[in-house]
């Protein structure tokens, strides 16, 4: 499967094209071996003042590979960072830099599941789409100072066609499963 790459070819110009293609946070603190993926803004804490999420990737060459088709693959992971708003300044809340798979992973006969984060309705959503196979969503609430899993969505699909779809719902301890008896 993959293979490591010579350090020689850690130097050439494709692996910094691909960590330079990252924007640079400017107003948030983000760790060191690590660069902003995605920002995403939004009211998290219900205060109406747009908060914060950065995804973020790492930079470690290491994780460069080159994979079955010959091409070269970053697999340095993703992560998430959560900063609220007060007073014209951004508090880190919550940190995870390694949650979140890598956006080059192998898909296997498929490409690999694309993420979508967003804010919506003072959740924070974190969305993995596998095209025709289905996708998987968790959604998160800022309760009691923390980030906690509210949801869980996900269907299991063949083209067109759904298999099932899963939803469970955190709060109420309420899980559903409709199942296509077709």
């Not at 289905?134 to 269907?155: H, V």
């Amino acid at each position: 499967r993959d293979r490591p790459i010579s350090s020689e070819q850690l130097l050439t110009e494709k692996i910094k094209n691909t960590t330079q293609k990252y924007k640079d946070s400017v107003d948030y603190d983000i760790p060191d071996g690590y660069v902003e993926f995605e920002k995403i803004t939004g009211d998290l804490n219900n205060d109406n003042i747009d908060d914060c999420v950065i995804v973020v990737k790492g930079t470690d060459t290491s994780k460069f590979v080159i994979n079955d088709f010959g091409k070269l693959a970053d697999r340095n992971r993703r992560g998430i960072l959560v900063f609220l708003s007060k007073e014209n300044k951004h508090y880190l809340v919550s940190e995870n830099l390694t949650c979140l798979s890598s956006d080059q992973e192998d898909g296997g006969v498929y490409f690999p599941p694309e993420l979508y984060v967003e804010i919506s309705n003072s959740n924070l959503i974190i969305d993995y789409s596998h095209g025709r196979y289905g996708r998987w969503s968790f959604t998160f609430q800022y309760l009691q100072n923390d980030f906690r899993l509210i949801e869980f969505f996900s269907i299991e699909s063949r083209g067109p066609i759904i298999n099932s779809e899963t939803n469970i719902n955190y709060l109420t301890s309420e899980k559903t499963v409709k199942t296509n008896t077709n």
